[in-house]
């Protein structure tokens, strides 16, 4: 599923190769995944124009038309945003379609439909609209302690809450509870000073490095717990057995070794 490293890896994809090319034609192939307004003017929208500038906000991507308004791309379960140049190359499922002058494409892959096409004349206001809190790249220190520690509950569902931080899905809030050595039922309410700057820290470091390997394409390492998300998988780091849990009917996985801190 898409989290904030999948969508910033498309944000520099497209930075790179999707702005200012020359739009000849665009096709919503599967309307339902577009609301009300995007779905009637999208495709005129971007017949002609060209993409100017493209950002993200946690796992949201914006992408401009022109001088506005904006693409807002939610990606759901399974979504994501292909360049390509041959059209053999389209995706299977491929919800919209986008054809440069040039000859190039790119699409936005969606097999489960579960994502979501919007238009934003401002990205700032849509973010206050959907209420997403700081970006999980953005959010410095004092703020990410003030909205992960709190009343007593779960550290995990803290870390996804996409109104506290904006970024952080079910599988990398794993990885950063196993670097910092937090089980992922930890009471937020009881966490140190230290035990916070380290969930701070290791956050940035996973989200940072997963989008420079999402961005060359290449596989999480195997010192990852993300690689050993399964039963009857190893601790990459002690070589136990990997537990699950659910956590807020999620598939939480760590390793009881490394994440030593006693559940509530
Ligand atoms: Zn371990």
């Given at each position: 599923m898409p989290e904030l490293p999948e969508v910033e890896a498309a944000r520099r994809r497209l930075s790179r190769k999707g702005l200012n090319r020359e739009i000849r034609d665009a096709a919503l192939c599967t309307p339902e995944i577009a609301e009300a307004t995007a779905r009637k003017h999208l495709e005129k929208a971007l017949t002609g124009s060209r993409f100017t500038a493209v950002k993200r906000h946690g796992k949201v991507l914006f992408l401009c038309i022109g001088d506005g308004p904006w693409l807002v791309i939610h990606f759901?379960?399974?979504?994501?945003?292909?360049?390509?140049?041959?059209?053999?190359?389209?995706?299977r499922h491929a919800r919209l379609i986008i054809d440069f002058a040039d000859g190039g494409h790119v699409a936005f892959d969606n097999p489960r439909k579960l994502g979501r096409l919007e238009l934003t004349e401002d990205p700032s206001a849509h973010i206050e609209q959907q209420d997403l809190g700081p970006d999980a790249l953005?959010?410095?220190?004092?703020?990410?302690?003030?909205?992960?520690?709190?009343?007593?509950?779960?550290?995990?569902?803290?870390?996804?809450?996409?109104?506290?931080?904006?970024?952080?899905?079910?599988?990398?809030?794993?990885?950063?509870?196993?670097?910092?050595?937090?089980?992922?039922?930890?009471?937020?309410?009881?966490?140190?000073?230290?035990?916070?700057?380290?969930?701070?820290?290791?956050?940035?470091?996973?989200?940072?490095?997963?989008?420079?390997?999402?961005?060359?394409?290449?596989?999480?390492?195997?010192?990852?717990?993300?690689?050993?998300?399964?039963?009857?998988?190893?601790?990459?780091?002690?070589?136990?057995?990997?537990?699950?849990?659910?956590?807020?009917?999620?598939?939480?996985?760590?390793?009881?070794?490394?994440?030593?801190?006693?559940?509530?």
């Open positions: 759901g379960m399974t979504g994501e945003v292909a360049l390509y140049e041959a059209p053999e190359d389209r995706p953005e959010i410095g220190r004092a703020a990410f302690a003030r909205v992960v520690r709190g009343p007593r509950g779960m550290v995990k569902p803290a870390l996804m809450d996409q109104k506290k931080i904006a970024g952080i899905g079910n599988e990398y809030s794993d990885e950063i509870l196993f670097r910092a050595g937090l089980r992922p039922k930890a009471d937020r309410g009881a966490l140190s000073e230290d035990q916070l700057d380290a969930l701070h820290d290791q956050m940035r470091k996973v989200l940072g490095a997963a989008a420079d390997l999402r961005e060359r394409g290449a596989a999480l390492p195997d010192s990852w717990l993300m690689a050993h998300r399964e039963k009857g998988a190893r601790c990459p780091r002690c070589g136990g057995a990997v537990k699950h849990c659910k956590v807020s009917g999620r598939t939480a996985w760590f390793c009881p070794a490394c994440q030593d801190t006693p559940d509530p």
